[in-house]
């Protein structure tokens, strides 16, 4: 179906986050009537395009056209007033106002200039049905809801404004697998009524189901638009690849083969319903990759080791004894000796506006310290040392953590645990946002500490990585190990096939963890 | 769950407030020498409409999850400046009410401006602010005195009927004009929805600064109503450090007891006006068991702790540590 003028249509739009390309040149056409699905993999700029077609961000080139006529959005709410509305994964709901309230929430009813409640229900429990979701009441407060109805709601919230255009990030993602088949068919009733839906997910069988269209997206470009069914899963996956390849990554050494226990051994740990049943084991020298798509349960999974996760079940051993780690406290303590490297630096890594050095001792305070009174030789010959070991630029101890760049900040919270000489070392994402040549020297830093001997789980969004750096990775899917894959098995291909749960015949016989 | 159940999931902090104040002032008035009278009652009110007043402007800020410290200083603020305008004949008597809620209106402007576009922090803003409201007060009032019309005086600290309180219908009727055309604006679920989660307010395109700066103005409005009746009952102005701090660390403790997370996004102006009024029990309530008054501060202080802690058991309930930093 090819119309003269597209619903809407984007060219050329770019947009930068710092020194990286989030979109770059993307373009893309939705028609009206139509289902257009958006894939590639993490970083690729799904979610930057969203964000700029909604007017959450706004590109630094390029121009959108909807009906034709150029338009740009100041607001989300702009974007909201010319029809282009966006269920976002990261939920917008207010948790302690009431259904109905959120879903009237940018434009309630009123009458004498307050807000009409009688008449808010009433819309309220209209969008609720046309979402499927009519067991859900208009007058229960949304933090007291489960996520997978809150997902609902989300959605009843974006079809009360009346959208022509609907984008769903993710949107099945919380949801269980009864209300996911209720969203296709809502979903399958808007196409009928004209609607364009935007629908990005990782979940492949859900785009070859719904989408009428598929666009690629890889490294914030758009590298091909085909009509769902005309190409396989396989070659899907290959067009979401192509990275160049740089040789950044130090040699990995072979495991050495002993009778000691692993240094640290999971057996069945499950929390809520974000982990399932995870087994593993870490050995000294080995370092363990985490993939998978985002939010598949890897960040919980690091949580729940350091002892941040409450009501864990499952086993944890160390060195063969088993454990039971119940704060960062007792899992950095000498006989466990874990560290986590955090996720955002910027709250949970740094104190940023405290001094280097106070970053750099604040976990290691105990080795520097002699009843309660900290050794100020002791802490600043340690503190030398580390500055050298990771060639940390820095002006001098004395200046705020905040001050250094950011691949400089990131070096003083690996250094800031390196000082209590960590035997397991646990990272969540430690490279995002940092410059080329600082994740080369984390990279070789973490080669250096397996050889030493220290057993590393290592998380990474960036395939690339766990491919240069990793002895085995273990693929998270929905809060469980999805497979395990060893040596050369670890292929970029590999990766993202397991990662999407594509069960195909080119990837090699794959053991899955556990059994 | 029935329709009713899900209204008082969504007024829990306020019903809370009430029962609480219930329960506080029967055991008040069923321990007093004199019983339950209308002239016990009118004194219960008159004290408690005071720091009801401030109690409600105080909600109104923390619903958007920040706080007001300037409170009791416009309430003395607009307490010195009514004992020199409200006085004269009823023409120059309305004026001067006029006069003095839009300087309590004014004050909270001020807080408003630099706090949202000043983007100050409310805590460090209010107090900055309310240190310079007690300076003008100071100025205005270097000794107690002045005076006030005392037949309004009369009238609205008095019974009407016999036995209603004219202060509480007063706080009625603010409630009425105030409180409830706001919690039903959009500014007013703007507001809230602020304080629940500012980032998913500015994704659903909420007005937030608007409503944030809606909510000082009308604290400051509030607490200038408070200092209006402060004057009402004391006949004079007095530029009083010590009351004024009081004022404003009561308006917070009102404002938990009355059910309004310090975190915002939830309760009422109305909780918070029952919080205000059960306060106020719980410190008289030694006065009847015939204590020592020396008792009252350690005496509230427990009672206050008690209450708080009641709003901290929630976070057993959480199952990620790093949940109870955010």
């Given at each position: 179906?090819?119309?003269?003028?597209?619903?809407?249509?984007?060219?050329?739009?770019?947009?930068?986050?710092?020194?990286?390309?989030?979109?770059?040149?993307?373009?893309?056409?939705?028609?009206?009537?139509?289902?257009?699905?958006?894939?590639?993999?993490?970083?690729?700029?799904?979610?930057?395009?969203?964000?700029?077609?909604?007017?959450?961000?706004?590109?630094?080139?390029?121009?959108?056209?909807?009906?034709?006529?150029?338009?740009?959005?100041?607001?989300?709410?702009?974007?909201?007033?010319?029809?282009?509305?966006?269920?976002?994964?990261?939920?917008?709901?207010?948790?302690?106002?009431?259904?109905?309230?959120?879903?009237?929430?940018?434009?309630?009813?009123?009458?004498?200039?307050m807000?009409?409640?009688?008449k808010?229900?009433?819309?309220?429990?209209?969008?609720?049905?046309?979402?499927?979701?009519?067991?859900?009441?208009?007058?229960?407060?949304?933090?007291?809801?489960?996520?997978?109805?809150?997902?609902?709601?989300?959605?009843?919230?974006?079809?009360?404004?009346?959208?022509?255009?609907?984008?769903?990030?993710?949107?099945?993602?919380?949801?269980?697998?009864?209300?996911?088949?209720?969203?296709?068919s809502?979903l399958?009733?808007?196409?009928e009524?004209?609607?364009?839906?935007?629908y990005?997910?990782?979940?492949?069988?859900?785009?070859?189901?719904?989408?009428?269209?598929?666009?690629?997206?890889r490294?914030?470009?758009?590298?091909?638009?085909?009509?769902?069914?005309?190409?396989?899963?396989?070659?899907?996956?290959?067009?979401?690849?192509?990275?160049e390849?740089?040789?950044?990554?130090?040699?990995?050494?072979p495991?050495?083969?002993?009778?000691?226990?692993?240094?640290?051994?999971?057996?069945?740990?499950?929390?809520?319903?974000?982990?399932?049943?995870?087994?593993?084991?870490?050995?000294?020298?080995?370092?363990?990759?985490?993939?998978?798509?985002?939010?598949?349960?890897?960040?919980?999974?690091?949580?729940?080791?350091?002892?941040?996760?409450?009501?864990?079940?499952?086993?944890?051993?160390?060195?063969?004894?088993?454990?039971?780690?119940?704060?960062?406290?007792?899992?950095?303590?000498?006989?466990?000796?874990?560290?986590?490297?955090?996720?955002?630096?910027?709250?949970?890594?740094?104190?940023?506006?405290?001094?280097?050095?106070?970053?750099?001792?604040?976990?290691?305070?105990?080795?520097?310290?002699?009843?309660?009174?900290?050794?100020?030789?002791?802490?600043?010959?340690?503190?030398?040392?580390?500055?050298?070991?990771?060639?940390?630029?820095?002006?001098?101890?004395?200046?705020?953590?905040?001050?250094?760049?950011?691949?400089?900040?990131?070096?003083?919270?690996?250094?800031?645990?390196?000082?209590?000489?960590?035997?397991?070392?646990?990272?969540?994402?430690?490279?995002?946002?940092?410059?080329?040549?600082?994740?080369q020297?984390?990279?070789?830093?973490?080669?250096?500490?397996?050889d030493?001997?220290?057993?590393?789980?290592?998380?990474?969004?960036?395939y690339?990585?766990?491919?240069?750096?990793?002895?085995?990775?273990?693929?998270?899917?929905?809060?469980?190990?999805?497979?395990?894959?060893?040596?050369?098995?670890?292929?970029?291909?590999?990766?993202?096939?397991?990662?999407?749960?594509?069960?195909?015949?080119?990837?090699?016989?794959t053991?899955?963890?556990?059994? | 769950?029935?329709?009713?159940?899900?209204?008082?999931?969504?007024?829990?902090?306020?019903?809370?407030?009430?029962?609480?104040?219930?329960?506080?002032?029967?055991?008040?008035?069923?321990?007093?020498?004199?019983?339950f009278?209308?002239?016990?009652?009118?004194?219960?009110?008159?004290?408690?409409?005071?720091?009801?007043?401030?109690?409600?402007?105080?909600?109104?800020?923390?619903?958007?999850?920040?706080?007001?410290?300037?409170?009791?200083?416009?309430?003395?603020?607009?307490?010195?400046?009514?004992?020199?305008?409200?006085?004269?004949?009823?023409?120059?008597?309305?004026?001067?009410?006029?006069?003095?809620?839009?300087?309590?209106?004014?004050?909270?402007?001020?807080?408003?401006?630099?706090?949202?576009?000043?983007?100050?922090?409310?805590i460090?803003?209010?107090?900055?602010?309310?240190?310079?409201?007690?300076?003008?007060?100071?100025?205005?009032?270097?000794?107690?005195?002045?005076?006030?019309?005392?037949?309004?005086?009369?009238?609205?600290?008095?019974?009407?009927?016999?036995?209603v309180?004219?202060?509480?219908?007063?706080?009625?009727?603010?409630?009425?004009?105030?409180?409830?055309?706001?919690?039903?604006?959009?500014?007013?679920?703007?507001?809230?929805?602020?304080?629940?989660?500012?980032?998913?307010?500015?994704?659903?395109?909420?007005?937030?600064?608007?409503?944030?700066?809606?909510?000082?103005?009308?604290?400051?409005?509030?607490?200038?109503?408070?200092?209006?009746?402060?004057?009402?009952?004391?006949?004079?102005?007095e530029?009083?450090?010590?009351?004024?701090?009081?004022?404003?660390?009561?308006?917070?403790?009102?404002?938990?007891?009355?059910?309004?997370?310090?975190?915002?996004?939830?309760?009422?102006?109305?909780?918070?006006?029952?919080?205000?009024?059960?306060?106020?029990?719980?410190?008289?309530?030694l006065?009847?068991?015939?204590?020592?008054?020396l008792?009252?501060?350690?005496?509230?202080?427990?009672?206050?702790?008690?209450?708080?802690?009641?709003?901290?058991?929630?976070?057993?309930?959480?199952?990620?540590?790093?949940?109870w930093?955010?």
């Amino acid at each position: 179906m090819s119309r003269a003028v597209p619903l809407f249509r984007m060219e050329g739009v770019s947009k930068r986050y710092g020194g990286v390309r989030a979109l770059d040149g993307a373009e893309l056409t939705v028609n009206a009537g139509q289902i257009h699905g958006i894939l590639g993999e993490n970083g690729a700029g799904k979610s930057t395009l969203i964000k700029i077609m909604s007017g959450v961000v706004e590109p630094d080139a390029g121009r959108m056209m909807l009906d034709g006529k150029e338009i740009s959005f100041a607001s989300p709410a702009a974007a909201n007033d010319a029809g282009i509305v966006c269920v976002f994964q990261e939920l917008s709901l207010i948790p302690h106002l009431s259904v109905a309230d959120n879903i009237v929430i940018s434009n309630p009813p009123k009458r004498f200039g307050m807000i009409d409640r009688r008449k808010q229900r009433a819309i309220a429990k209209e969008a609720l049905a046309r979402a499927g979701a009519a067991d859900i009441h208009p007058q229960a407060l949304v933090k007291d809801l489960p996520l997978s109805r809150r997902q609902m709601v989300e959605i009843a919230k974006a079809l009360a404004r009346k959208p022509r255009i609907l984008i769903l990030d993710e949107a099945t993602s919380a949801l269980t697998a009864s209300d996911v088949s209720k969203v296709f068919s809502v979903l399958k009733r808007l196409r009928e009524e004209g609607l364009a839906l935007l629908y990005i997910s990782h979940r492949m069988h859900e785009i070859a189901e719904l989408a009428d269209m598929c666009t690629v997206f890889r490294n914030g470009s758009n590298v091909a638009s085909f009509a769902t069914g005309t190409k396989s899963g396989n070659e899907i996956v290959e067009m979401m690849i192509g990275r160049e390849y740089s040789n950044v990554f130090p040699a990995k050494t072979p495991p050495v083969l002993s009778e000691k226990p692993p240094v640290v051994e999971c057996r069945h740990l499950a929390w809520t319903d974000q982990l399932r049943d995870i087994s593993f084991s870490v050995r000294a020298g080995e370092v363990i990759g985490l993939g998978g798509l985002d939010g598949q349960g890897q960040r919980e999974l690091l949580l729940a080791l350091f002892g941040v996760l409450r009501g864990v079940s499952g086993q944890v051993l160390i060195e063969g004894q088993p454990v039971g780690i119940g704060s960062p406290r007792q899992a950095k303590r000498g006989e466990i000796g874990m560290a986590l490297i955090p996720e955002d630096r910027k709250t949970e890594g740094l104190l940023l506006p405290m001094s280097v050095r106070d970053n750099l001792s604040f976990a290691a305070l105990d080795r520097v310290s002699r009843g309660g009174i900290i050794d100020g030789t002791a802490e600043k010959s340690h503190i030398d040392e580390m500055i050298r070991l990771l060639a940390i630029k820095t002006a001098g101890t004395d200046i705020p953590a905040g001050a250094l760049s950011g691949g400089n900040q990131q070096k003083i919270v690996i250094a800031k645990w390196l000082m209590n000489r960590p035997r397991i070392i646990l990272l969540n994402d430690p490279t995002r946002g940092i410059d080329v040549g600082t994740k080369q020297e984390i990279y070789q830093l973490l080669r250096k500490l397996a050889d030493e001997g220290a057993a590393i789980v290592f998380y990474s969004t960036d395939y690339d990585e766990l491919i240069g750096c990793c002895d085995r990775v273990l693929v998270m899917y929905d809060g469980g190990i999805h497979r395990e894959l060893a040596g050369e098995e670890i292929t970029e291909h590999a990766l993202i096939a397991s990662a999407l749960n594509v069960e195909e015949a080119s990837v090699d016989r794959t053991r899955v963890a556990g059994a | 769950m029935k329709d009713w159940k899900y209204w008082v999931a969504e007024q829990r902090g306020t019903l809370f407030a009430f029962v609480t104040f219930v329960v506080m002032f029967t055991i008040y008035v069923s321990n007093h020498p004199a019983g339950f009278t209308a002239n016990v009652v009118q004194t219960a009110a008159n004290k408690g409409v005071l720091l009801a007043f401030v109690a409600m402007a105080q909600a109104l800020v923390v619903i958007t999850a920040g706080i007001d410290l300037s409170v009791g200083m416009i309430f003395i603020l607009t307490n010195c400046l009514a004992s020199w305008i409200v006085v004269g004949t009823p023409l120059e008597t309305a004026l001067g009410i006029v006069g003095v809620l839009l300087a309590g209106l004014a004050c909270g402007a001020v807080n408003g401006l630099i706090v949202i576009y000043g983007r100050l922090q409310p805590i460090v803003t209010t107090i900055a602010t309310g240190a310079i409201f007690f300076g003008i007060a100071l100025l205005l009032r270097p000794f107690p005195g002045g005076g006030v019309n005392e037949d309004l005086a009369d009238f609205l600290t008095g019974k009407i009927w016999g036995v209603v309180p004219v202060s509480l219908l007063v706080l009625v009727a603010v409630v009425l004009l105030v409180w409830v055309p706001f919690s039903r604006s959009v500014m007013g679920r703007a507001a809230y929805a602020t304080g629940s989660s500012e980032a998913a307010a500015y994704m659903s395109g909420m007005p937030i600064r608007r409503a944030k700066f809606l909510t000082y103005t009308l604290a400051g409005l509030l607490a200038g109503i408070g200092g209006l009746f402060l004057t009402f009952f004391t006949y004079t102005g007095e530029a009083a450090l010590a009351s004024g701090n009081a004022y404003t660390l009561f308006s917070i403790a009102a404002v938990v007891l009355g059910g309004v997370s310090l975190y915002g996004g939830t309760g009422s102006a109305i909780g918070a006006v029952f919080g205000a009024l059960a306060f106020r029990a719980i410190g008289d309530l030694l006065f009847v068991f015939d204590l020592d008054p020396l008792w009252q501060p350690l005496f509230q202080g427990v009672v206050l702790l008690i209450a708080v802690s009641l709003g901290a058991f929630a976070l057993l309930r959480v199952r990620n540590k790093l949940d109870w930093f955010t």
